[in-house]
């Protein structure tokens, strides 16, 4: 059959195609077919149907079906007008010589109020209303109020019907638009969210590294060249160097090991947080102080503080040039707090490490992350000292925070 919903948009349409508005395609094309076989049946039966108008009414059914076969007239609004013109010329035809197949007119009303655009369709249905009053005035009779009545009455309730389908069509289509909107978002949501957590988890594995593969790799490479360089002064402190590099290549083994199996960090497995850090602490020649009764802490918590404690020791070591350095872990009762000052020769804020020093600012993720605060104090030949609070309630609990945020130098 013909296109008898509102013409479609430029973009696909699916609400066009839901049961109840083909259910009422169905319905309107029935009532068509119906309508004219029961004038066709009566006009032969009564005798009042010649060759001639048997004829037309089967070249205008033959028409009107060519409609639901014919893409061009489904698809586009020009082929659709040619094809309403040819149907409702036939039917004008067929009306004017036998007047009872003016009740076409109705059906007809659905249809070009659908097919036409709207100042169109209008004109239209007023056109077929003349169409079906003129044929009326034909009859015995003449033409009478009640013969005018009629077909406005039916034109009035065609328009009523029309615009009330066309605002279903106009909901269905606006909901499905939703739908479509709505799974979108919720795909492109699931797509961010997949796409935060590879990211989460490459500078996750970042931190990692850096922290332990590329500071063990780094104290190798010093060992290593302080061995060669006491080699044949000092054969026996070259040999000590050697099985320092040895130690540390062990425990980087150990570290990448870790990285396969995701489990918390060697140094952890067989000692305390408060024995790891003493053990840092003595490897970089520096003092270490403990401050109240040790308790446990997250895995997190832990892992965090003694990266930091890796951190910010390969760098009093490498850079600062200290003569002395001091860790100190205390345990209060709301809250845990790691210090590591040095009396090296510090830094300028100013000229504060930027966004390419990722040790600083993977400390700092590493601690935000849990809720904590850190804080990095220096001035140039007055050392560096660094500061990290870990408030109890927050530790487990703090989500993730955006990366590459300041960290706070004090100068």
């Known amino acids: 059959m013909s296109r008898t919903e509102p013409p479609a948009p430029e973009s696909p349409v699916h609400s066009a195609r839901t049961p109840a508005l083909r ?33 037309t009414a089967g070249v205008l059914a033959a028409v009107y079906a060519s409609g639901g076969v014919a893409e061009r007239v489904r698809d ?23 007047p009872e197949f003016c009740y ?40 009478t109020v009640p013969k005018v009545l009629g077909p406005v009455a039916g034109a009035a309730v065609a328009l009523l019907t029309a615009y009330g389908y066309a605002a279903l069509y106009r909901e ?46 780094s104290s190798i490479v010093l060992l290593a060249r302080s061995a060669e360089a006491t080699l044949t002064t000092h054969p026996g402190a070259a040999a000590e160097r050697i099985r320092e590099v040895q ?10 090991r870790r990285f396969v199996h995701a489990l918390a960090p060697p140094a952890l497995d067989d000692a305390t947080l408060t024995e790891a850090l003493r053990r840092l602490a003595g490897g970089a020649d520096a003092d270490f ?70 040790g600083l600012h993977g400390m700092h993720e590493r601690i935000t992350a849990l809720g904590g605060t850190l804080t990095v104090e220096s001035a140039p030949g007055e050392g560096t000292a660094v500061a990290v609070s870990l408030p109890l309630r927050a530790i487990g609990t703090a989500e993730s925070v955006p990366t590459g945020a300041p960290v706070a130098v004090v100068q």
């Not at 799974?183 to 988890?201: F, M």
């Open 76 to 98: 586009t609004r020009l082929w659709a007008g040619v094809w309403l013109g040819a149907v409702v010329a036939l039917w004008i035809a067929l009306t004017l010589q036998h």
């Open 247 to 256: 130690d540390t290549a062990s425990a980087n083994l150990a570290e990448a």
């Open 23 to 55: 259910l009422m395609n169905l319905a309107l094309h029935g009532l068509f077919f119906t309508l004219l076989g029961v004038l066709l049946v009566r006009g032969v039966v009564g005798g009042s149907l010649g060759a001639g108008g048997l004829a």
């Open 104 to 143: 076409l007119a109705f059906p007809l009303y659905f249809v070009c109020l659908h097919v036409l655009p709207l100042r169109w369709s209008l004109t239209a249905v007023l056109a077929l209303t003349g169409v079906v009053v003129a044929a009326q005035a034909s009859t015995p009779g003449g033409l």
């Open 289 to 358: 102080h403990l401050d109240g009764e040790p308790y446990p802490l997250p895995v997190e918590a832990e892992v965090a503080l003694l990266r930091l404690t890796q951190e910010a020791l390969a760098n009093a070591v490498r850079h600062a040039r200290a003569s002395r350095i001091a860790v100190t872990l205390s345990y209060l009762d709301d809250e845990v707090t790691l210090d590591v000052f040095d009396d090296g020769i510090g830094f300028d804020a100013v000229t504060a490490p930027g966004p390419d020093s990722f």
């Open 172 to 217: 269905s289509r606006a909901r499905q638009q939703l739908i479509d909107d709505l799974v979108r978002t919720r795909d492109e949501l699931a797509a961010s969210q997949r796409e935060a957590g590879v990211l989460a988890e490459r500078q996750r594995l970042a931190r990692e590294i850096h922290d332990t593969l590329a500071q063990g790799l």
